[in-house]
């Protein structure tokens, strides 16, 4: 079945420095790679997501980009704020009716 | 705000007693998913039911059992319960049978004792 790997576990950058996830997927039948953010105490959010017929997807200061023939995709947060201080979770859905499998999480903190 | 909502938001119970947790997914979300979370965790997948049937299973303990009702709304069932099983617990909704675009409710956060 589908493996997800996650990296770095934790990340702790500057007030508008960049910061960069990195999942890897073991499925080449992947088709859809969402990204989540947890806050404390909070449910995971559903942040951006990219199909697997695209290489890049941009939203305002998130992007995720995805490299079908290696097998990775990344979360790239530019200009980073203290609220986007939170656990960021990759998942990838395999072909067929399949639930998400998911990365085991990077708890991303911003220095202020 | 998801959307999907779940109740309660915390339960304490003792060990070996039984808890119900309830999901009521998005409007026009045929699907729900439940996931566990434990402490520093990922999300583990326990199970998923679209239009009140079951459709896939995660590593869910004989111990839980779910159900979809015709209103759409689940319900997760925890019996025996151990200390181990204190975790959050997650309720996911989709449209379709695949969960893509899947919105998570606020989850139930259980503590046994």
């Known amino acids: 079945g589908e493996n997800v790997e996650q990296h770095p576990s934790t990340l702790s950058v500057q007030e508008g420095d960049s910061a960069v996830i990195k999942c890897t997927y073991s499925?080449?039948?992947?088709?859809?790679f969402p990204w989540y953010k947890q806050e404390l105490g909070k449910g995971p959010q559903l942040i951006i997501d990219i199909r697997s017929n695209v290489g890049e997807k941009k939203d305002q200061r998130i992007a995720v980009t995805l490299n079908k023939t290696a097998k990775h995709f990344s979360l790239h947060i530019t200009e980073t704020q203290p609220e986007d201080s939170a656990v960021y979770f990759c998942?990838?859905?395999?072909?067929?009716?399949?639930?998400?499998?998911f990365g085991k999480g990077t708890r991303l903190s911003v220095i202020a | 705000d998801s959307g999907v909502t779940q109740t309660p938001k915390h339960l304490i119970t003792a060990t070996g007693q039984r808890v119900t947790l309830r999901c009521s997914p998005r409007s026009g979300d045929l699907s729900v998913y439940w996931y566990q979370q434990s402490l520093d965790q990922g999300l583990q997948f326990l199970i998923q039911y679209y239009n009140g049937e079951e459709r896939a299973k995660g590593n869910i303990l004989e111990r839980f059992s779910a159900q979809q009702f015709p209103d759409l709304h689940s319900e997760l069932n925890l019996s025996s319960l151990e200390l181990g099983d204190s975790a959050l617990y997650f309720c996911?909704?989709?449209?379709?049978?695949?969960?893509?675009?899947?919105?998570f409710g606020q989850g139930t956060r259980l503590t046994v004792v």
């Open positions: 996911a909704s989709s449209v379709g049978q695949g969960n893509t675009e899947a919105f």
């Open positions: 499925d080449s039948a992947s088709n859809y």
């Open positions: 998942a990838a859905l395999p072909s067929g009716n399949t639930p998400l499998v």
